[in-house]
């Protein structure tokens, strides 16, 4: 879905798609070769297939628009298949997913509340410098989108933008 605007977008299309797939490629590679080792941790080692066929499992699990990213199905859809597809009981799937799940929320949460501090000061950036406008995109504004436009110093124009922004900037007010 989040490929869907480039997609859409010809002029964009090609420069853009590449990068993503390599990106998404290299991620559920990685998600395969850490469920292998899951299951290698529980003394049950499964062969590269059947750990690439968890990931894309574990990844569409986590699509489910959940806090958690799927909390409890993406253990149950890896404990489903893997009688299966690697001949793994389903409480031996179970604990692997399990300790799976434990070492991302390890590795994320520790990360996350590190970037934090980092991830403010780029926040409180484009908020100086941007501002948000809603833009009609259909004729009589039914539907509508965000534009991001860049604010320029007092008494300034933009000559490539065509339309005139009179929306007040926060440093008007």
Do not use: H, Y
């Amino acid at each position: 879905m989040l490929l869907l605007p480039a997609l859409l977008d010809p002029a964009r299309r090609a420069q853009g798609l590449a990068p993503a797939l390599a990106v998404r490629f290299g991620e559920v590679l990685l998600s395969a070769l850490r469920t292998a080792a899951c299951f290698a941790l529980v003394g049950k080692p499964i062969d590269p297939s059947a750990a690439l066929v968890f990931a894309c499992a574990s990844n569409a699990a986590n699509c489910v628009p959940m806090i958690g990213g799927g909390l409890g199905i993406r253990e149950w859809i890896t404990g489903l298949l893997a009688p299966g597809v690697a001949g793994v009981a389903t409480p031996d799937a179970l604990a692997a997913e399990l300790l799976n799940r434990a070492v991302e929320l390890l590795v994320v949460v520790p990360g996350g509340l590190a970037s934090t501090p980092m991830l403010a000061r780029r926040l409180a950036e484009a908020m100086r410098t941007r501002r948000v406008e809603p833009v009609d995109t259909v004729g009589g504004g039914f539907a509508r989108a965000w534009s991001f436009s860049t604010q320029l110093p007092q008494g300034e124009v933009d000559e490539s933008d065509p339309v005139p922004r009179s929306t007040p900037r926060s440093s008007d007010r």
